[in-house]
């Protein structure tokens, strides 16, 4: 092992002075080419309220000979406050020296009409800047970097070069894209592409962006924009990698997908290894210890490129796109995206299972259709294998990988290229088998204090995530970030147990488990001098976009895939009952879903959420809908109770115990309903309904049978509703004491209002029964007054559960409030319009008394 970490350390710096060598080789200074075309437009002047660096670009200028290959470069910067010579001073030309030769033509400062020539070749510094050496990644760029000097307020800078040199890998075809905006304003942006009139370049405008200007020469074709004072885009930070609104252009030689296909093959084949070489060796092991069955060879072979060959790539030259052969792959036991890919197939072949590489990008997972055909679509390789009928997507460049090898995780790509059957793009499946289960387990004791046991399970795209977490870090580090994530909240928890890992590899499920102590689980509150036990689901709110306003077009990106089961369980100490109790919401959007449910169990209160997402982003349209559901996410998502120095719940102690308090205010009420009633009762019919002077139906019929069942069902729901809502306990009352919802003065004042309501709204439909039965003229105006009643106490309900309770409720008690509502509007109309109802109730009370002497005397 040490052996082969020195020779790649030689290997190493043999590329890197190879690299200097190249670099030095090709600076260079000479005019402007002649070829440039001459911008016919001025720069627009830049409101600098706009501009944040202390500078902005006059002119940014693009302009590429295709048949020379060269690519010329001019920026003029203007400085307009001392922060812009820092940020603006600074030159840097990426190249890569492989392919590429720089020229430099202009660097001069003009200040107060008077030019200051900065050109001194000998004053760059060649710098390798390895853009994607994070990615492990090697690629050999290099940066000429020059930092000027004497620069005030006011300058305006001037840069231009040129670099000569495309990626022979392409087989001189040429690609290309250029962004005409930024997020910041520009003068003058200039873009022009020289076509050889022998070459055919297709150009696609992207977000409104114009058409090219096209002009031709003797030998060439024009394609130029120019385009005056480019607004600042503004920039979209919950935005998906995917989404730009930048103005954009692009243009390619490829004229298909095929084509794009065919130079991929033809520059990275599948190769036979030669008999009893190491690699073909190990690929005849793996079949025999498969005993020839296909898909536990896929199995050795993908953990074997995915694990046993490290993602690092060397990628000099035309290597940015070639892949090393499979022998030196294997020898060296590193390689990148296409050479993983290219080394799986090639093993596989060897077994006559059909493979090809995928062309794939890990960031345009949506859009792609809208790209024309070209490399550089693409960002990545990946695998596609068929065994059988079935076909199956795997990506190599993944470690750890457990499970069955037909559920492999394959993130979501958008749509791909297929090498051996490119005609057309192909999608791919959205894969959301990822699962995490959290469950928190507060175990209150005497103390005031409480042990925290978590278990928590992810399976799927989750526990391989997990997995590569936890073997790239340390134990003590992870068991120190575990904890100081719950340090945030407990202050005094310290660890109770060792975290334990348990990996099923071939279910891919990973079990941890954690143990805390905290000493102290609550925080005084000043206003009620009581603790308050706060818990916030941080789980889901670290992966919620917070997204304030749902301006602008750019749709809301997700952490995509993810899906989370997570439970709360606070154990009373000593075993102390929770009153029974059970509220729940659920909301399932296009793109997402949350639910929420809190539910007692004996001396356990269960706060359960279920969160996931079903696609990788929120579509513009939707935002509003999205900063609806989620405006009250602390409401949603924090939990607070009172909590007693002995570890118990305030409240949990009063379960089921009645309100003597309570029985008094509600015998009261009914009395005062009563005598309210029997006056009531001897008062003649208002002018509300014209009933009619003598019945026109002797007999309750049509309508009027329906309402009759209605009112007497509505009248067994409101009684039922009453007692089973607990209003006669304690609990209703106190229970604010350990929801921390509402002050205590806003619930007392909810609870009296829906008791006082329900009671009228009962002895109401009790005494319109009653009317009802007598044919009494006082019915049809009763009734209304107390549809009335129900009509606007459920609006007022309503509009409070809705505005000031968001999710807390369910949803079915605002569906409950609502279909009173209809009920209260559509009976009250029948009996307001009604003619039967006119010609039934008809009865004063003097005819109700004649009518019950008449009874008693024939009696």
Known sequence: MKFNSYLFFLFFIAVLFNSQVLANNKLNKAPVPTWVRANKLSPSKIDIKDIGQGYYYDLIEYQVNIGEQIKFFRDVKVLFDSNGAENAGQISINFDPKYQQVTLHELKVIRDGKTIDKLDVGKFTLVATETDLSRFIYNGTYSAYYILDDLRKDDKIIVSYSLKGFNPVFENKFFDKYYLQSYEPIGLAVVNYIVPKNRKLNFKSHNNASKPLIEEGSNHVSYSWEEQSFPAVEFDEYAPAWYTSLQWIECTEFNSWSEVGGWMARTNPTVDFKDGSPLALLVDRYWDDSQGDSMKFLKKVTHFVQNDIRYMGVELGEFSHRANTPEKIFNQRYGDCKDKSLLMISMLKRKGIKGSLVLA?????????????????????????????????????????????????FPYYGRVLKIDDSKHLTSVDKNVNGLTKISETYLLDSK????????????????DFIRTSFKESAKNQIQKSY????????????????????????????????????????????????????????????????????????????????????????????????????????????????????????????????????????????KKQYVDDFKNRDVLLYNAYYIEDNGIIVGSNISGKISMLTIFGCVCIILICVIFILRYNKTASSSMIQLYEEPEYHSVGGWLILLIISMVITTLRVAYNFFESGYLTQEIWESYRYTNYFPGYVHKIFVASEILLNIILLMGFIYCIYLFSKKRDLFPQTMIVVLAVMFLSNVVFTFFNYFYMSNILAPDVISTNVKNIIYSVLWGMYLYNSERVKGTFVNAYNQELAINKETALSE
């Not at 024309?372 to 990946?382: C, D, E, R, T």
């Not at 199956?392 to 492999?408: E, V």
């Not at 407990?490 to 109770?496: E, F, G, Q, V």
Request: hydrophobic share 30%; glycine share 8%; with cysteine.
């Open 361 to 409: 990008n890990s960031y345009l997972t949506y859009g792609m259709e809208d790209y024309l055909p070209s490399p550089g679509a693409f960002n990545h390789v990946v695998a596609a294998i068929e065994i059988g009928d079935r076909q199956q997507y795997i990506d190599p460049t993944i470690t750890n990988q457990g499970g069955g090898i037909t559920d492999l995780y």
């Open 448 to 463: 005031g204090g409480a042990i925290l046991e978590v278990k928590t399970s992810y399976s799927a795209s989750s526990a």
């Open 483 to 622: 904890l100081d994530y719950y340090k945030k909240m407990y202050p005094k928890i310290s660890i109770k147990e060792s975290l334990k890992f348990e990996d099923e590899f071939d279910k891919n499920i990973i079990h941890v488990t954690e143990r805390y102590y905290i000493e102290k689980i609550g925080e005084k509150d000043e206003a009620s001098n009581k603790n308050i036990f706060g818990i916030y689901a941080s789980q889901i709110n670290n992966n919620l976009p917070e997204l304030n306003s749902s301006e602008g077009l750019a749709p809301l990106g997700l952490y995509f895939p993810y899906c989370l089961e997570y439970d709360i369980r606070i154990v009373n100490h000593g075993g102390v009952e929770f009153n029974p109790e059970r509220e729940s919401s659920f909301i399932d959007r296009d793109s997402y879903y949350f639910g929420k449910t809190v539910k007692t169990s004996k001396d356990t209160l269960i706060i359960s959420y279920n969160f996931g997402f079903h696609n990788p982003f929120v579509a513009s349209s939707d």
